[in-house]
C-alpha cells in the first residue's frame, strides 16, 4: 500500500474515533504529533499503526454491544414503549411485531441461538 492511500486511512480512522483530538488522548500523543502523521511530516511507524488499530478494534466492539443492547431485534431490548409508531407519531400497541416474530428474525440474521 502506498503512503498517501496509508495516511488516508489513518485520517479516516482517527475521525471514526472521534476526530483529532479524541484520537490524540486515545493514542496518548500530541494533537501535534497526530496532525503530524496525517499531514506526512512524520512516517507512519508500524507501532503507531498497531495502537490505531487496537482503537478501531475496542471501538467497534464498544458499539457492537450498544447495538446488542438497544437493537428491537433482540425481544429483551423491547418494552411496552417500544411499539412501532404511526404516522402521527404515537405509539400503537397493536402494530407491535410478536415477540415470537422478532425472536425469529433475529436468529435468521444470527443474532440469537
Given at each position: 500500500m502506498d503512503q498517501e492511500l496509508q495516511r488516508e486511512?489513518?485520517?479516516r480512522a482517527a475521525q471514526l474515533l472521534?476526530?483529532?483530538?479524541?484520537?490524540?488522548?486515545?493514542?496518548d500523543i500530541s494533537s501535534r504529533s497526530l496532525r503530524s502523521f496525517i499531514s506526512g511530516e512524520r512516517?507512519?511507524?508500524s507501532g503507531i499503526l498497531k495502537d490505531i488499530a487496537a482503537a478501531l478494534i475496542a471501538h467497534a466492539d464498544a458499539c457492537r454491544t450498544l447495538e446488542r443492547r438497544i437493537s428491537p431485534a433482540f425481544s429483551s431490548n423491547l418494552n411496552e414503549d417500544n411499539g412501532?409508531?404511526?404516522h402521527d407519531g404515537r405509539q400503537d400497541g397493536s402494530k407491535r411485531i410478536p415477540k415470537t416474530q422478532v425472536d425469529a428474525m433475529a436468529r435468521k440474521l444470527g443474532l440469537k441461538d
Open positions: 486511512y489513518f485520517a472521534g476526530g483529532n483530538e479524541a484520537t490524540a488522548r486515545i493514542l512516517r507512519l511507524h412501532p409508531p404511526l
